[in-house]
């Protein structure tokens, strides 16, 4: 075979290979993407109005739902849940969160929603409803809103036990997230001079606690997180990450 042949079977031979490479790359390309396409949406933007809203409606702004229980729900396990508050909000019940990350936003230009949590009885004992959170991971943002906590006049029992009355909590020894962030953002927080408890609660999880343009009212000091005493430098904790000069 002339060397002209030889190099003509190479040529032909490179091109059938550099065919088949093109072909198999093609298939993989369209198996990637179909891949990529099947792969559910985790992210959900709802909105919610505790005065107009109902939980059989579609979570839109011009079909809100009722609670935010249904919202967090109505987003799958480790997703981010986006809350747009139309209107005040009362919790007399612990929600619970399985959420990645939640963000709560006072959407209603008109009037300043309100988040409120009441005390509530279970199993004998008195609790501040809030929210749980029992997820792998476990951040959640609030933004422009007023938290008012509450009075403990006339509440039976009275509350004992600090952690118990938090507004965001984990769990004691079960389902608990391996770290706990925290942002208030533009958030003003008041409270009865009576109130009993504190913002967050956690038993072994580290917290991460952010406060940007919020307002705390005099005394809120042993009140950012449970069995943190007034005054006490976050510097000297091995388990807080915050921007604040004191807890």
Same mark, same amino acid.
């Given at each position: 075979?002339?060397?002209e042949?030889?190099?003509?079977?190479?040529?032909?031979?490179?091109?059938?290979?550099?065919?088949?490479?093109?072909?198999?790359?093609?298939?993989?390309?369209?198996?990637?993407?179909?891949?990529?396409a099947?792969? #559910?949406e985790?992210?959900?933007?709802?909105?919610?109005?505790?005065?107009a809203? $109902?939980?059989t409606? $579609?979570?839109?702004?011009?079909?809100?739902?009722?609670?935010?229980?249904?919202?967090?729900?109505s987003?799958p396990?480790?997703g981010v849940?986006t809350?747009?508050?139309?209107?005040?909000?009362?919790f007399?019940?612990?929600?619970?969160?399985?959420?990645?990350?939640?963000?709560i936003?006072?959407?209603?230009?008109?009037?300043?929603?309100?988040?409120? #949590? @009441?005390?509530?009885?279970?199993?004998?004992?008195?609790?501040?409803?809030?929210?749980?959170? @029992?997820? @792998?991971?476990?951040?959640?943002?609030?933004?422009a809103?007023?938290?008012?906590?509450?009075?403990?006049?006339?509440?039976? #029992?009275?509350?004992v036990? @600090?952690?118990?009355?938090?507004? $965001?909590?984990?769990?004691?020894?079960?389902?608990?997230?391996?770290l706990?962030g925290?942002?208030?953002?533009?958030?003003n927080?008041?409270m009865?001079?009576?109130?009993?408890?504190a $913002?967050?609660?956690?038993?072994?999880t580290?917290?991460?606690?952010?406060?940007?343009?919020?307002?705390? #009212?005099?005394?809120?000091?042993?009140?950012?997180?449970?069995?943190?005493?007034?005054?006490t430098?976050?510097?000297?904790?091995?388990?807080v990450?915050?921007?604040?000069?004191?807890?």
């Amino acid at each position: 075979m002339s060397l002209e042949s030889e190099i003509a079977a190479l040529t032909s031979e490179a091109r059938s290979l550099l065919n088949y490479f093109n072909a198999k790359k093609a298939g993989i390309d369209s198996a990637v993407q179909a891949a990529i396409a099947a792969v #559910p949406e985790i992210s959900r933007t709802w909105w919610v109005d505790q005065v107009a809203g $109902l939980d059989t409606n $579609l979570g839109t702004k011009e079909s809100p739902f009722r609670t935010i229980d249904k919202a967090m729900k109505s987003t799958p396990a480790s997703g981010v849940c986006t809350i747009n508050l139309l209107s005040d909000y009362s919790f007399d019940k612990w929600v619970v969160s399985t959420c990645a990350y939640v963000f709560i936003n006072g959407a209603n230009a008109a009037v300043r929603p309100k988040l409120k #949590p @009441q005390y509530y009885l279970f199993e004998g004992a008195t609790y501040l409803a809030g929210f749980l959170f @029992q997820g @792998q991971c476990a951040t959640i943002e609030i933004s422009a809103v007023d938290l008012v906590f509450p009075t403990i006049t006339g509440v039976v #029992p009275a509350p004992v036990t @600090q952690r118990l009355c938090t507004f $965001l909590r984990t769990n004691s020894n079960s389902g608990l997230p391996p770290l706990l962030g925290v942002t208030l953002e533009g958030v003003n927080i008041t409270m009865d001079a009576s109130f009993f408890g504190a $913002l967050v609660g956690v038993s072994t999880t580290p917290v991460s606690l952010n406060a940007n343009a919020t307002t705390v #009212p005099t005394g809120f000091g042993g009140k950012y997180i449970s069995g943190i005493a007034s005054g006490t430098d976050p510097k000297t904790l091995n388990n807080v990450l915050t921007n604040l000069s004191a807890l």
